[in-house]
């Protein structure tokens, strides 16, 4: 039987060597990569967040976004 995971689990899992304790404040953002989620990301991080993104990078321009999120150590990128 599959061992059910907390939500809160399942992001500690995705944030690399990271607990819940060192992580006060997480956000998951799904489309993360378009112009909104990429201003939200920034954003949030600059404020103190481990921000997780989902993005099926669908859209064209992400590439751009993907580097600025990709250069943030307290943003986690999931293509998907």
């Known amino acids: 039987e599959p061992i059910a995971l907390t939500p809160e689990q399942q992001l500690d899992d995705l944030i690399e060597g990271k607990t819940g304790e060192e992580l006060k404040k997480k956000l998951v953002i799904t ?10 990301a920034l954003d949030a991080s600059n404020k103190g967040y481990q921000v997780v993104v989902f993005d099926n990078l669908s859209r064209r321009g992400t590439d751009l976004n993907l580097q600025y999120l990709s250069a943030n150590a307290n943003i986690v990128f999931v293509e998907g």
Request: aromatic share 10%; hydrophobic share 40%.
């Open 31 to 40: 489309g993360g990569v378009g112009f909104i989620g990429t201003n939200l």
